[in-house]
């Protein structure tokens, strides 16, 4: 019978103690602000956490290394970057690559809990984004539990609120019929030739909508212009690139449709906070 184990801030439960206590020593740091709990892990190559379920409602973002998550029939294949939501309760074991890899987890109080289902943000299943804004929040969040000042308390609470109204947007379903075809079309356009360089007419013509109603429109649905939508899916591929491989930042900067490094540089720090080069090395630092 495979093992089920309880985790309740980094504190780990099971019918055999001495294997349950020993994960604890994959904890990198383990940290509490703003009534979050910050948790960094290491895990080696081919390393296996056996069933468990989290007390608390929380998340996990991956800072290195690959995983596959199994939950009930569900398998999620997850790449550096990628973010996970956790409800309490849900039973989930993780496998990791061969390269092993680091997590930090964040659960949540029960006030925290309160605030969020009053705020109108669903809790009730597992999420997982491995691009968008979410996750360069989830980086950010990370960053400011590594390193605290006077001030870390507001910005981690305000980073944290950030990502899960932002990941709220990003998971939160369109009913079949609610959006028009010709939208979606468009948003597929997007994704299949980001790096490239393409006017909006070239996109109303091909969805066959005039180009001021698909503007209107497409920031309607999204919050965002086309063009902003395009820029955030060239700094979510470098994002991966930067995580994933030792690229140098010029070639990344020519694979995601940048004009050079230094244009790259300017606009990956302003969805980010951080350089391309900041970025590689925060995921990279143990």
């Not at 007390?55 to 973002?61: E, K, P, Q, R, T």
Request: contains cysteine; glycine residues 6%.
């Amino acid at each position: 019978m495979t093992t089920q184990f309880r985790h309740l801030r980094a504190q780990y439960y099971d019918e055999d103690p001495d294997r349950a206590r020993g994960l604890r020593q994959y904890h990198v740091r383990e940290q509490e602000i703003a009534g979050l709990h910050g948790t960094e892990t290491r895990h080696p190559p081919r390393f296996n956490i056996p069933s468990h379920a989290h007390d608390l409602h929380s998340f996990y973002f991956v800072l290195g290394g690959t995983l596959t998550e199994f939950s009930g029939r569900a398998r999620r294949e997850l790449p550096t970057g990628s973010l996970v939501f956790t409800p309490a309760g849900d039973i989930h074991r993780n496998a990791f690559h061969d390269a092993g890899g680091r997590c930090f987890l964040v659960e949540f109080v029960p006030a925290w809990t309160r605030h969020l289902e009053h705020s109108g943000i669903a809790l009730q299943s597992p999420m997982v984004a491995n691009r968008g804004e979410a996750t360069r929040l989830a980086l950010r969040l990370y960053r400011e539990f590594r390193h605290t000042d006077q001030v870390s308390a507001l910005s981690v609470e305000g980073l944290a609120l950030e990502m899960l109204a932002a990941w709220a947007r990003q998971t939160d379903p369109v009913p079949a019929g609610s959006l028009p075809r010709w939208l979606r079309d468009a948003r597929d356009l997007l994704h299949d030739r980001f790096a490239e360089r393409i006017a909006l007419a070239e996109i109303a013509k091909h969805v066959d909508v005039h180009p001021v109603h698909l503007a209107r429109s497409f920031r309607k649905r999204y919050g965002c212009s086309l063009g902003e939508y395009q820029r955030r899916l060239r700094v979510d591929h470098a994002t991966r690139q930067l995580g994933t491989t030792l690229r140098p930042l010029a070639a990344i900067a020519v694979a995601a449709g940048f004009a050079d490094q230094a244009h790259f540089s300017r606009v990956f720090k302003a969805h980010t906070g951080l350089s391309p080069a900041k970025f590689r090395a925060t995921l990279r630092v143990g």
